[in-house]
């Protein structure tokens, strides 16, 4: 692994955080591959929020998932207000690449979500997925209520029992509550939709997650 700087492999504190602006960042008004709105109040729907690496792979993940109804990719669990890309590459805003999934529960699940996070990725690598190394590549859940959250940590007890039988190490995934969610900026949004060659770091542990088979699929 080439040399990486500490300050992007920890977060910093609020007060050494760039200091961001007040304006979001314009997005498109709707998804790019399935034309349902990026940002709206979604009456019926509910949301669901993930770090797993670079965020063009993850959000692809999801929004080939049943059930999903928007995605959208950003920011999150840092300090810095409506940051951009680069800075969140500097690793001084402590914001993760997250996912951020509009779903409805009538087709799909939270714990069929869930199943497709830990799948994805490795959630054993800390501050890095793969070859992409920093504190914005970190594993996370970020739970919007105290049910996501008693879900959430049900199965990473559940998925470390797994990785330990397959000589996998602890699992690192936060999971806090749903910080504030920066939208990133318009060319990220459904990337690999709109580069079908692009890059894409993501790649599970081809261990099975034993959750989520309760989903409704249609």
Not at 6 to 34: C, T, W, Y
Not at 166 to 193: C, K, M, N, W
Request: hydrophobic letters at 35%; one cysteine or more; charged letters at 20%.
């Amino acid at each position: 692994m080439r040399f990486v700087s500490r300050k992007k492999l920890e977060i910093p504190s609020e007060q050494d955080a760039l200091p961001g602006r007040a304006e979001r960042m314009p997005i498109p008004e709707v998804h790019f591959v399935n034309g349902n709105p990026l940002d709206a109040d979604f009456a019926g729907k509910k949301l669901a929020m993930f770090g797993l690496g670079c965020f063009w792979g993850a959000e692809r993940k999801f929004w080939q998932a049943p059930g999903v109804y928007s995605t959208a990719v950003g920011y999150a669990g840092g300090h810095t207000p409506n940051p951009t890309y680069r800075e969140v590459c500097t690793g001084m805003t402590g914001h993760n690449e997250v996912v951020r999934v509009v779903y409805d529960p009538a087709v799909t699940s939270y714990d069929a979500l869930l199943k497709l996070f830990w799948e994805s990725h490795d959630p054993t690598q800390g501050m890095r997925q793969a070859n992409d190394v920093g504190t914005q590549y970190r594993s996370g859940i970020y739970v919007y209520d105290d049910e996501q959250r008693a879900a959430a940590e049900a199965a990473r007890q559940a998925y470390q029992a797994a990785l330990r039988d397959s000589r996998y190490g602890d699992i690192t995934t936060e999971i806090v509550d749903a910080p504030a969610f920066y939208f990133a900026e318009e060319y990220h949004q459904q990337y690999l939709a709109k580069n079908p060659g692009g890059y894409c770091g993501l790649g599970g542990t081809g261990v099975a997650c034993q959750i989520g088979t309760g989903a409704k699929l249609g």
